[in-house]
């Protein structure tokens, strides 16, 4: 009786954080993928750009040292969980305010506002994470994490371009208002956020076993452990992916002069393509591993930037977009896995936390130096703009991280048995990009062996 109980619970749980989920996709749907467009009508630099995309979510991993000891003291994941989203909630009030704020310094208060509220959000991830993985089944948690970020992702397609046809309602000099209004949606799917959280279970923390380490500590053991090698490979691409990142939304409104509306299309493009495929990949993942969809979409990644130096019209940047909501999609929800299967559940708070202040740090230093990048030169020989030379950089150094990296990472559960290979060539079908990365990176792969066992001799 007791065990039916503790399993209705828990369904019961799940079935909040499915829809705390579809909330949280309507506010980033119409609050968060808007805070670079409107730095932008706010007549936002390259580098504040780069700042924007980048120091929020830094500043925002710092406090997250101290998660695990607060967790702890306070002896419920629930309970950090709800202060966190309330406070988050509250930045919602300037940020929906700065779009009328007529003064020079709107920018760097929309950063500060950001950076807010990326920290308070942040601070409850790992906890998140933690409760997360003891509420969902080993065994089902790719099914379940590609169920609810299918929701999760027709909800933000949905979202954004609702609110892309909001923005295209308003007129340019009256456009600011428009950020406010969406904004203000934001605040109030939030809210509904909160609430779904605050009626989910909290089972009793495994703490038996926990080991208290230090951020020192845990980059000295990255290279010693599997998980680490994973986390130094993580934090890699996320230095190669944001070295361009922050800069595809500047490309399509100032480059390619795309309104909101064709912006809108673009972004939504990927958000469907993404949830659509997110069941796809959580079956293949409890089927076959998360390792082996990590290397090929990861290695995909590579491809992504380069076929953007030619998308010039909104059909081909749609083309693009789907290609890449396709890879991203696969790779997200192998990614957190990843750390799920390679972490034990009493210590996931701390290396969550260390996991995310590693990977907002190899973020922010990629994002300043494409700003750099960006900034140094309008134009490079055949490129029409100098983001198209952070486009270029990005995917040689995504390509070479996956190279060097990926074969280290191996998979800890057991799963069906099929090799890397045979995973590509069966799989690559999901896209003639990824099936041509695969065999670009083999090869590159093999000339590397080639020349390290050249250098030994």
Known sequence: MEKNALRDGRQKSLEYSIKDGA????????????????????????????????????????????TSRVTAQLKSRRKLILVAVLLQVLTWFPLAAIPL?????????????VSLYFMFGQFANPTWNSLMGD???EEARGRFFGMRNKLTGAVAFVSIFLAGYMLSLFSKETVLYGFSFIFLVALVARIISWRYLSLMEDPPMKEEGAVAFSFTQYLKRLRKTNYG???????????????AAPFFAVYMLRDLHFTYFEYTIATAAMSLTTFLAMTYWGNLADRYGNKKIISLCGTSLAVIPLIWLFSSDLVSVILVQIL???VWSGFNLSAINMVYDNVRPENRTRVFAYHNILTASAIFIGAIAGAVIAGTNAGYGIFYSGLEMLFLISGILRLMTSVLFLPQIKERRTVEPISEKDFFIKYSGTGPAIGLTYRAVTGLHKSIRHIRKTDNR
């Open 101 to 113: 704020f007529d003064g020079s310094n709107a920018v760097l208060l929309l950063i500060f506002f």
């Open 324 to 326: 890449a909501g396709l």
């Open 23 to 66: 909330a949280f996709s309507i506010m980033t749907g119409f609050g968060e993928q808007y805070f670079t467009p409107l730095a932008i009508e706010l007549g936002a630099s390259n580098m504040e750009i780069g700042l924007l995309a980048s120091l929020p979510p830094f500043i925002a991993s710092l406090p997250q040292l101290f």
């Open 135 to 137: 509420l969902v089944n």
């Open 229 to 243: 090698r994973f986390a130094l490979y993580y934090g890699l691409m996320n230095f190669s992916v944001y070295i």
